[in-house]
């Protein structure tokens, strides 16, 4: 008798070990309070669809998700966050950043760290030339700007861009990405204009009225996602530069899902190139918008930052069974060069020498449609796009990596 119940006991506790071995444990750097809450809302839910909707593909292993606030995009609070996540949480992976210079001010703790870290929003080109164990699920602005300036060239057949950016990296990674495209293929900027930054919503009214009175073809607009995509649509309606033959274009950021309904008839016509909308037609998006209104509510969406978000934990539960739940730095990175997937957004694969992203890029346009609510209507796909900044070799894009 005894012995039967030594041996339980024995068995309970191998079980119970064999239970927490197969826990791993990932670090999620997003901002949770302050302008950019929403956007870490979005990541963190994007991670929990994911979990929730490929719950057999992490098997056996399980997921302990620690979570920290960089708050805004100084750079100082994520590095903190990065630090205390990889030294006091002993985490085995990151995932996050959803500004570029939070990603920034984290890489040489990411390098110091070398653990897998997964960038699932932050956009700047070469951010992931200033870490070798980065890899980024979300895009480079390079990704949406310079397929955006063909498109306004042969497609729209514009021959004249007035640009307004925010006045940080994004920022001015999208204004060189369009530019050196919409000229490429016979336009011309006629002017460029810094917009303020990511940290406050600008009174964008003088910048647009200086975009108006040049009078281009078209006005193309980089902002980060959120309050500032809605100012920006209620000012070009308010100021009538739609009917004064000016067309509003830009990357997906204008027209942010979680924001799209609350920008009225003004946003109608609006023209956009990015890589994920609520609305495109494919088997696995239709699954996680129909999981997101189930969860969150009818009104809730999902948008970029959720699907860079559930893309990046795809990738990390791939690198977990790839390595047997080890999740040793260098073999998970090695595991996802050339990795492929099939995400809400269409097929996506890991350039094995970038760590960038590859996926399509769709040209959209907003319409009203017969429920009422605006939607964003597919013009043309631009199939299996790479970071164009890495493949020219332009400015920091042409480091090694």
């Not at 929990?48 to 719950?55: I, S």
């Not at 750079?75 to 995932?95: C, F, M, P, R």
């Not at 011309?188 to 009214?205: R, S, W, Y």
Request: with cysteine; aromatic share 8%.
């Amino acid at each position: 008798m005894i012995k039967r119940i030594l041996a339980a006991s024995a068995a309970v506790a191998m079980s119970a070990c064999f239970a927490q071995a197969q826990e791993v444990k990932i670090g999620l750097v997003a901002p949770f309070t302050g302008i950019g809450a929403e956007f870490g809302q979005q990541a963190d839910r994007g991670i929990e669809q994911y979990l929730k909707l490929n719950a057999d593909k992490i098997k056996p292993y399980t997921i302990k998700l620690i979570k920290r606030d960089d708050k805004n995009p100084s750079g100082a609070d994520s590095k903190v966050a990065v630090q205390e996540l990889l030294t006091q949480e002993n985490v085995e992976a990151l995932i996050g950043w959803i500004y570029s210079p939070n990603a920034f001010a984290s890489a040489p703790v990411v390098t110091a760290g070398k653990k897998l870290a997964i960038i699932t929003n932050a956009g700047t080109a070469h951010i992931t030339l200033t870490s070798p164990y980065w890899v980024r699920t979300s895009f480079s602005m390079w990704h949406s700007g310079f397929p955006l300036g063909e498109a306004a060239a042969k497609i729209l057949k514009a021959k004249t861009a007035v640009v307004g950016y925010s006045d940080f990296p994004p920022g001015k990674d999208e204004l060189a990405a369009f530019k050196r495209s919409f000229e490429a293929n016979g336009g011309k900027v006629i002017d460029e204009i810094p917009m303020g930054g990511p940290a406050q919503v600008p009174d964008f009214t003088p910048f647009f009225q200086r975009a108006k009175d040049a009078k281009p073809d078209v006005f193309f607009v980089f902002i980060p996602a959120g309050d500032h995509s809605a100012a920006v649509v209620k000012t070009y309606g308010a100021l009538g530069m739609k009917e004064a033959g000016i067309k509003l274009i830009g990357p997906g950021d204008i027209t942010q899902d979680t924001k799209l309904q609350a920008m009225g008839d003004a946003a109608i016509g609006l023209i956009t190139m990015h890589h994920y909308n609520a609305d495109l037609d494919n088997p696995e998006n239709k699954r996680l918008v129909a999981a997101w209104h189930k969860d969150y509510g009818a009104n809730s969406t999902p948008d970029f930052m959720a699907v860079g978000a559930y893309d990046g934990m795809a990738a990390i539960v791939h690198a977990i069974q790839a390595t047997k739940g080890k999740l040793d730095g260098d073999a998970a990175l090695a595991s996802l060069k050339g990795w492929k997937d099939v995400s809400p957004r269409g097929p996506i694969m890991i350039d094995p020498e970038t760590r960038d992203i590859v996926m399509n890029e769709y040209l959209s346009e907003v319409v009203k449609g017969a429920d009422g609510k605006l939607h964003q209507k597919l013009l043309a796909t631009i199939p299996n796009v790479k970071d164009p900044c890495k493949e020219l070799k332009v400015g920091p894009c042409a480091g090694s990596n």
